[in-house]
């Protein structure tokens, strides 16, 4: 009863003083504020909202998300949408599938692989075909499977370029060089593997344009990742040899062709 009353006169006392007879827990004022800095992280700006280093694009009026300036902060917009969550999210699912499809490949590969080579020979002065059988040795399975690699790097180091993109200037500008050089990356694994199986009975010509693709990668990387080509008015020379790179595929192919005609260049693709 002594309780009662004394929580009575507390309530009144509170209601002539006009103060609140209600105060929050504490665990209910943290859980307001995390759900305040969660709403505030989550908002979408406008272009007009983000620094100049930002890289936004004039025909995405919307959807930006605000500088984190935390790892975890940026990687958390993974749940929840905004204008780069179709870019990550397209080069991150396939990435981990194509990590993942490692061993589905081998095994498909131990089982149904079998080339078949048709060449045509002379024996006294007359024209023969004969067939080659041949299993894919440890060396072929390790081509094969670094090209998957590279596959995987470049789109799981783009999505997290595209998932960082907000982090800070400096983190911004990092991880866009990564994902060139992710991009040089597969570009170097469809090199190899094209070249070793393309040039699989001329190892010479396939060590040649290896060693080729290997010198334009590495030069292609220095001119990205170098600080004394970063600024603007070298950005012709960088995107140059980013294109130049990509684009000397066209000299085995024009070798095999002058070589050997396009006869050759079918026989290859229908016996692989």
Same mark, same amino acid.
């Given at each position: 009863?002594?309780?009662?009353?004394?929580?009575?006169?507390?309530?009144?006392?509170?209601?002539?003083?006009?103060?609140?007879?209600?105060?929050?827990?504490?665990?209910?004022?943290?859980?307001?504020?995390?759900?305040?800095?969660?709403?505030?992280?989550?908002?979408?700006?406008?272009?007009?909202?983000?620094?100049?280093?930002?890289?936004?694009?004039?025909?995405?009026?919307?959807?930006?998300?605000?500088?984190?300036?935390?790892?975890?902060?940026?990687?958390?917009?993974?749940?929840?949408?905004?204008?780069?969550?179709?870019?990550?999210?397209?080069?991150?699912?396939?990435?981990?599938?194509?990590?993942?499809?490692?061993?589905?490949?081998?095994?498909?590969?131990?089982?149904?692989?079998?080339?078949?080579?048709?060449?045509?020979?002379?024996?006294?002065?007359?024209?023969?075909?004969?067939?080659?059988?041949?299993?894919?040795?440890?060396?072929?399975?390790?081509?094969?499977?670094?090209?998957?690699?590279?596959?995987?790097?470049?789109?799981?180091?783009?999505?997290?370029?595209?998932?960082?993109?907000?982090?800070?200037?400096?983190?911004?500008?990092?991880?866009?060089? /990564?994902?060139?050089?992710? #991009? *040089? +990356? !597969?570009? =170097?694994?469809?090199? @190899?593997?094209? %070249?070793?199986?393309? &040039?699989?009975?001329?190892?010479?010509?396939?060590? /040649?344009?290896?060693?080729? #693709? *290997? +010198? !334009?990668? =590495?030069?292609?990387? @220095?001119?990205? %990742?170098?600080?004394? &080509?970063?600024?603007?008015?070298?950005?012709?020379?960088?995107?140059?040899?980013? #294109?130049? +790179?990509?684009?000397?595929?066209?000299?085995?192919?024009?070798?095999?062709?002058?070589?050997?005609?396009?006869?050759?260049?079918?026989?290859?693709?229908?016996?692989?």
């Amino acid at each position: 009863m002594v309780l009662n009353a004394f929580l009575r006169i507390r309530l009144i006392r509170a209601k002539k003083d006009g103060k609140p007879h209600y105060q929050p827990l504490y665990s209910d004022v943290k859980k307001e504020e995390k759900e305040k800095s969660r709403r505030q992280q989550r908002r979408l700006l406008t272009p007009s909202e983000l620094p100049p280093w930002y890289d936004s694009n004039p025909y995405i009026l919307t959807g930006y998300r605000p500088v984190s300036q935390s790892f975890w902060t940026s990687l958390k917009s993974w749940t929840y949408l905004h204008n780069e969550s179709c870019n990550i999210y397209t080069h991150l699912v396939p990435g981990v599938l194509f990590l993942l499809a490692q061993g589905t490949l081998y095994r498909y590969i131990v089982e149904n692989w079998n080339w078949n080579w048709n060449r045509t020979q002379t024996l006294n002065g007359n024209a023969i075909g004969t067939s080659t059988s041949i299993q894919l040795t440890g060396l072929d399975w390790g081509i094969l499977s670094l090209q998957l690699f590279t596959a995987s790097t470049c789109l799981l180091v783009s999505a997290f370029y595209h998932t960082l993109s907000n982090h800070s200037e400096h983190a911004a500008h990092r991880w866009l060089q /990564f994902d060139y050089v992710g #991009i *040089l +990356t !597969l570009i =170097l694994g469809n090199f @190899i593997s094209g %070249l070793h199986f393309g &040039f699989y009975c001329e190892p010479a010509l396939k060590y /040649f344009y290896w060693g080729l #693709i *290997l +010198t !334009l990668s =590495l030069l292609t990387a @220095i001119t990205l %990742l170098s600080p004394k &080509f970063r600024g603007p008015q070298f950005r012709s020379l960088r995107l140059a040899a980013f #294109i130049g +790179t990509g684009l000397s595929a066209i000299a085995p192919i024009g070798h095999v062709w002058l070589a050997w005609g396009s006869n050759r260049l079918e026989k290859m693709e229908t016996n692989s």
